[in-house]
């Protein structure tokens, strides 16, 4: 009998896992479905095919990057994996060249028909007419032509470097126009997308009729221009991903950032994941590429004649904000907003601010403010992704120089954001700061900030707690939840949090927060052991937990255990979810659902029955193995009965969602009835009207 996999054991002795890397693939299939919905706006559906598009991209650089590593190991050492990496990239390759395909024929069938539709035509180098041959020329010679270097690879030995997540053109060209040339000749040139500012040309409008390029497709055109030696050119793109993971060891030590540095420079220089070729290149031209690159068989993954995708992030909107979303202005806080001081108000009550419906200026407002205040003596937070122009950070390092504590734990190890993480732990340094590089073993991923003022000789703490990051830029589309408070309870275990990153002892009590990796996993399973002995004993039993991924199976057999008790759970989770529900006598009492739309849902909230007297967290962390075991993560309590109604209401109505939901196999979830619920936008419509007629609803942005 051949050895079982850890998994496979498991799932033969009852408990059904579905294989995380295939999960996250059916994500990502959710995000594809955005971009064939006909209800959503034009415009919006091409930013989804961006969206699925560099999540592949990032799939690719992390996870079959990783996947790849481990083939190379040693077979003795490979058989001591949970899991067969050969047979799970098998199946990972299987089903992305499935959704490539229908990528591939959403774009051709789907978006660019009902471009021309809308008068926008996306033109390539066969379709100009006279006027237009005459304008991408002279567009070509003046802008484009100064930003090509080719490379003609058979006049060179040396090896060629792709760099990551970059378009090129392989080209092949023949039929000599002079008597001494080869019959035939290959070359290779970068498209200049960030030279260029975009990937797109847009042509001059004609009789309210849009036209538009991509570079690649002016490139082609203007081949003779580039190699007027040849009268037939044939050029497909290729782009290759690189392996992204950073091999540190996660110590904390004075060369961190140091080690950090070089680690990004190898990103550069990671061996590749994946080579994306035109399946139309000729094999010629294909064999040269590889043999001068070092690029083998086993990295090429069929593509398109285009790639990345990403790039359509900068599609031109052509002034038609039809085809987008119809606006939703951020909305005010009604309370804050009033508020001449946010210490002054949180020193009365707590606060929760729901983005991205409602403003985070409340939180630059607070770091800004207490930045100044002559009585605040002393200001920390745990930076995991700042916005590139960071108002916190600045606000932060202002603090610092007006002579205040100031303590900052900067996470280097914050996947693709380590180069603006070091940039900014620099500016906090110079300006006086205390920086605190994470902790040994563990990623920061908590979102956590307080501040200390002085009241009449007393050090009085104010804490901001969130799901979501220190991030001007993401607030503005990640779904998150932000508490604000003075709550004695609260800011006491929120110090316990920074003395830990201070003193790094793990012999820290917490009352009221629950931290990972110190007891957050222990708390977890109380709290659903507690529900379990509730039905058990005949009483109402349930849970509602919202994540952006399950993983972790100690979790999901602690599920299966309580769904077998009799426990009724409903799950949200946006992503990843190995927990396979409706298994008779396993899970058939859990539900799950996804809602994909357009703001991406962040935030993480459990909330648990306890027969009657509810209890109801929102957190850092979701349950993957990861958050759980190797990441300080936070969640904490939400007291006060009128906030916890406003997160078990938004819970609710996105429990109802008829509209964007999806079951674990993509199916779109309908009501018996359905009601055209559609969560995102009765969210906006709830938390519009809390704000009184006296008050304009709209947020005025702060400059």
């Known amino acids: 009998m051949d050895k079982q996999t850890h998994k496979e054991q498991l799932a033969t002795a009852g408990y059904p896992f579905i294989n995380r890397e295939l999960s996250w693939l059916a994500f990502n299939y959710r995000v594809l479905q955005e971009a064939k919905d006909k209800t959503v706006p034009l415009l919006e559906r091409v930013k989804f095919m961006a969206i699925f598009s560099s999540n592949l991209d990032e799939y690719f650089k992390v996870r079959v990057a990783t996947l790849k590593r481990l083939i190379k190991l040693k077979e003795k050492t490979r058989k001591k994996l949970e899991e067969d990496p050969t047979e799970t990239l098998d199946q990972i390759m299987a089903e992305v060249h499935r959704q490539q395909q229908e990528f591939g024929q959403v774009f051709r069938e789907g978006i660019l028909a009902d471009l021309r539709e809308q008068n926008i035509h996306m033109l390539t180098e066969n379709d100009l007419n006279a006027e237009q041959e005459a304008w991408v020329k002279d567009y070509f010679e003046e802008t484009l032509e100064p930003l090509l270097l080719p490379i003609i690879l058979d006049e060179t030995e040396t090896h060629l470097f792709l760099k990551d997540q970059t378009v090129y053109l392989g080209v092949k060209m023949w039929e000599p126009a002079e008597s001494d040339c080869k019959p035939e000749r290959f070359a290779m040139l970068e498209i200049p997308t960030k030279k260029h500012g975009s990937r797109f040309v847009k042509l001059p409008t004609v009789n309210e009729q849009r036209y538009v390029m991509f570079i690649d497709d002016v490139i082609r055109f203007c081949m003779p221009r580039l190699f007027p030696q040849y009268k037939v050119f044939d050029a497909h793109a290729v782009k290759v991903s690189r392996d992204a993971e950073l091999d540190i060891e996660e110590e904390v030590s004075g060369n961190l950032m140091a080690k950090i540095h070089n680690s990004l420079k190898k990103r550069e220089t990671g061996y590749p994941a994946r080579l994306l070729y035109d399946p139309q290149t000729p094999q010629d031209l294909l064999d040269m590429m590889m043999a001068h690159t070092g690029i083998t068989e086993a990295e090429l993954v069929e593509g398109s004649k285009y790639h990345n995708f990403r790039d359509f992030f900068q599609f031109p909107d052509f002034n038609l904000p039809e085809l987008k979303y119809d606006l939703q202005p951020t909305l005010v806080h009604p309370e804050l907003e009033k508020a001449d001081s946010l210490l002054a108000a949180m020193k009365e009550k707590d606060y929760l601010v729901h983005y991205p419906y409602q403003s985070f200026d409340y939180v630059l ?314 969560a995102q936008y009765a969210i906006y419509d709830y938390l519009r009207d809390m704000v009184p007629t006296t008050l304009d609803a709209s947020c005025k942005p702060t400059e």
């Open 365 to 678: 407002r607070l770091f800004e403010e207490a930045a100044e205040d002559p009585k605040v003596t002393a200001m920390s937070a745990t930076l995991y992704r700042v916005a590139d122009k960071s108002k916190i950070a600045k606000a932060l390092a202002k603090a610092a120089k007006n002579g205040k504590l100031v303590t900052v734990v900067v996470e280097l190890k914050a996947r693709f954001d380590e180069e603006s993480n070091i940039f900014w732990a620099g500016k906090l340094q110079k300006a006086g700061a205390n920086v605190i590089f994470g902790v040994p073993d563990l990623k920061v991923h908590s979102k956590l900030g307080l501040i200390t003022r002085n009241e009449k000789g007393k050090l009085v703490n104010y804490a901001y707690l969130s799901t979501g990051n220190y991030n001007e830029d993401t607030s503005k589309i990640y779904a998150d939840h932000a508490l604000f408070t003075s709550d004695k309870r609260l800011t006491k275990d929120v110090e316990q949090v920074f003395n830990f990153f201070i003193d790094r002892q793990p012999n820290k009590t917490f009352q009221h927060l629950l931290m990972a990796p110190l007891n957050m996993r222990q708390n977890f399973v109380k709290l659903i052991d507690r529900e379990i002995k509730n039905a058990k004993k005949g009483l109402p039993a349930s849970m509602i937990l919202k994540m952006n991924a399950l993983q972790d199976e100690r979790m999901i057999r602690k599920l299966y255990s309580a769904s077998q008790a009799g426990v009724k759970i409903q799950l949200l989770v946006r992503g990843i979810c190995c927990l396979m529900p409706g298994v008779k006598g396993i899970s058939e009492n859990i539900e799950v659902r996804s809602i994909v739309d357009r703001y991406l849902e962040h935030a993480r909230v459990y909330i648990f029955h306890n027969n009657g007297d509810e209890q109801l967290y929102i957190a850092s962390a979701d349950w993957m193995t990861r958050n759980l075991n190797r990441r300080v993560e936070v969640a904490f309590p939400i007291y006060q009965p009128e906030l916890a109604a406003q997160i078990r209401h938004i819970i609710e109505l996105q429990l109802a969602d008829d509209t964007k939901t999806r079951s674990v196999d993509n199916s779109y979830i309908k009501a018996e009835t359905p009601t055209a619920m559609r």
